[in-house]
């Protein structure tokens, strides 16, 4: 028999087993044409569960409810699977964070989701305390991750998976960019974890929420003393249908994808530097890499369809651990993957004792630093932002020897450098 999973395909709680699964090649499958308010009220998924609560896992041993129990059920399915930790007190740590999720972040984000969906009373003080209470433990994981890429050990865990998953209601639904931005090592742990390829196979491209949802009355039964009248079961269908509510797993209807903009980048003039060309040149270059890649670059640059820009990290002064800073940067390129097309840049890790200085050099398309790229990866505000001045020959020098790669770089060694092209 094989695993299947009772849940919509857009329920955060089911992303947690299949995300699971993923790691661990364990085939899950999910139920066919579940309809959340309907297949989750008939008889034989009562007897699965009988509150009648999604997920719910079928195995050849019985239906297994509750979420993180079916997370769990799955990875050790797997013999001595990391996702569990190797040592007892990782698989300590690892429960510690899940219950921290669990009553901490996703308890939270829960109470405060609910009442402005209609789904529980409203009460601005509740509310309020509510915020309160999720700003703490933001503040908290925030204080962890600021030297910590997982939450246990050096590699994604159950545990992982698990905050994540809770994390995503508050990012796809409740907290806006101006919220995150107070926990910027949450920010990051969040948009790093759902750019790992396991976790874009199920959940697929994230965006930020840019509001707050509007509160809506919880509904009330209607009066059987007062009838409505005969028009108004009409207009009440025509607002359900025009404004549809979440359902019971907290899931809403999945949007029709919008066409998508035409970058403005594509309608600016011709540029004589083809970028591509100068990418084929740097990685073919191997040798007298100054004569050859740093000569062509030059011969090819072109200041009016092309600018340049040095970029200094903000928060060097966090970078007390060489693997975390290394990972920071790794996936600060990793969320610029957007920008492939229109961009090539060198990012320094400097020094070899802590704390590590990390710097940059960006080719971008266009006389600014794309407005689409500053929308789309929040990193870039982790960053200061400096045109380069071509005309300046100590500038000029500075940014060949970032493409170089040169060492010793403002007197020091370098740590690495990486390369977006």
């Known amino acids: 028999m094989a695993l299947v999973l009772h849940a919509s395909n857009n329920n955060k709680n089911a992303y947690k087993a299949l995300i699971a699964a993923e790691y661990s090649g364990v085939k899950v499958e999910l139920a066919a044409n579940f309809e959340m308010g309907v297949s989750n009220k008939t008889p034989e998924f009562l007897k699965m569960n009988p509150i009648g609560k999604v997920p719910v896992l079928e195995t050849p041993d019985g239906p297994v409810f509750e979420s993180n129990a079916i997370a769990r059920y799955v990875a050790r399915l797997k013999n001595d699977n990391p996702l569990c930790g190797s040592s007892s007190i990782d698989c300590a740590h690892i429960e510690q964070w899940i219950d921290f999720s669990a009553s901490e972040i996703d308890a939270n984000l829960l109470a405060w989701f609910k009442p402005r969906i209609g789904r529980a009373p409203y009460l601005p003080p509740a509310e309020e305390a509510t915020i309160a209470a999720l700003k703490r433990a933001l503040g908290a994981l925030n204080t962890y991750l600021a030297s910590n890429t997982f939450l246990v050990g050096h590699s994604v865990t159950l545990a992982d998976i698990i905050m994540t998953c809770n994390l995503y209601l508050g990012f796809n639904r409740l907290m806006i960019k101006s919220f995150t931005s107070e926990f910027p090592h949450v920010e990051r742990y969040f948009w790093t974890m759902v750019n790992q390829p396991n976790f874009k196979n199920i959940i697929g491209e994230v965006k930020q929420t840019e509001s707050v ?12 003393s007062k009838p409505k009248p005969k028009e108004e079961p009409k207009k009440e269908a025509k607002k359900e249908k025009a404004a ?10 999945v949007e029709a994808p919008k066409p998508k903009a035409k970058n403005p980048l594509d309608s600016l003039p011709p540029s004589k530097m083809v970028l591509d060309e100068w990418k084929r040149l740097y990685s073919n270059t191997k040798t007298n890499f100054r004569e050859v890649a740093i000569k062509g670059f030059w011969d090819m640059y072109d200041p009016e369809g092309y600018s340049l820009w040095f970029c200094d990290y903000k928060y060097d ?3 007390t651990v ?4 290394l990972n920071k940067v790794g996936g600060f390129l990793q969320r610029m993957d957007l920008a492939r097309k229109y961009a090539f840049g060198k990012m320094l890790i400097i020094g070899t004792n802590p704390p590590y200085k990390v710097k940059g050099l ?5 006389q600014e630093v794309p407005q689409f790229i500053i929308d789309e990866c929040y990193d870039m505000e ?3 932002w400096t045109k380069v001045d071509i005309s300046d020959e100590a500038q000029k020098e500075r940014a060949s020897q970032m493409i170089e790669d040169a060492e010793p770089f403002d007197g020091e060694a370098l740590l690495d450098a990486k390369c977006f092209k």
């Open 322 to 325: 060489s693997y975390v800073t």
């Open 213 to 224: 949802p509007p509160v809506e009355s919880a509904k009330k039964p209607a009066k059987e």
């Open 362 to 366: 960006w080719l971008f398309r266009g």
């Open 317 to 319: 002064e966090e970078n």
């Open 382 to 384: 982790l960053f200061n």
């Open 244 to 253: 549809p509510k979440p359902k019971e797993d907290e899931e809403e209807d």
